[in-house]
T-cell receptor, first 112, second 114 residues
């Protein structure tokens, strides 16, 4: 089965940096997605990590350690519009099949 | 709270048959439900958004006659894949929202059409 753990809520100040951690246990592993979801909307793809290390994409970076079952999403220069839920979703695999499982999400509140 | 149950978890069907997938919000009323499909190592693709009691809004390129969505109650939405073909084999996942809040995901359904 899949087990995903990420903080429920976080608060950070506009202009600051925030790191959202995610630990997971999966049956097999293809890669890990991070999504941003604003209330009432469908999630937006942020990143997909397959290999260990940090991948940077503008203000957002995502890190993966496969051996530790750990990932984090780093948001820099926070803006008010970054207030949203951030979902960690590891993609498991095995026996020719695959499964995507979402964590409960981390609700990030950006304050002035 | 905020549990979304999706059934079945996996299904194998013959080409040409139809398959129904259910998405239930167990402890809240879901005014909006989203249906997605996902291929391995690819991002989620939104298929349609359904609001209780009204017709679903399909994304461009998604055949509404092939992927029938019903959201008849505040706790249940169904996706029926009609006349399934092997290329429809995918991972289908739903999410449910109370309204202007975050949505919660079901466990997903892995469909294999043989």
């Amino acid at each position: 089965g899949q087990n995903i753990d990420q903080p429920t809520e976080m608060t950070a100040t506009e202009g600051a940096i925030v790191q959202i951690n995610c630990t997971y246990q999966t049956s097999g592993f293809n890669g890990l997605f991070w999504y941003q979801q604003h209330a009432g909307e469908a999630p937006t793809f942020l990143s997909y990590n397959v290999l260990d290390g940090l991948e940077e994409k503008g203000r957002f970076s995502s890190f993966l350690s496969r051996s530790k079952g750990y990932s984090y999403l780093l948001l820099k220069e926070l803006q008010m519009k970054d207030s949203a839920s951030y979902l960690c979703a590891p993609e498991g695999s095995g026996a020719g099949s695959y499964q995507l499982t979402f964590g409960k999400g981390t609700k990030l509140s950006v304050i002035p | 709270g905020a549990v979304v149950s999706q059934h079945p978890s996996w299904v194998i069907c013959k080409s040409g048959t139809s398959v129904k997938i259910e998405c239930r919000s167990l402890d809240f009323q879901a005014t909006t439900m989203f249906w997605y499909r996902q291929f391995p190592k690819q991002s989620l693709m939104l298929m349609a958004t359904s609001n209780e009691g009204s017709k679903a809004t399909y994304e461009q390129g998604v055949e509404k006659d092939k992927f029938l969505i019903n959201h008849a109650s505040l706790t249940l939405s169904t996706l029926t894949v009609t006349s399934a073909h092997p290329e429809d084999s995918s991972f289908y996942i739903c999410s449910a929202s109370k309204g202007n809040t975050e949505a919660f995901f079901g466990q997903g359904t892995r469909l294999t059409v043989v």
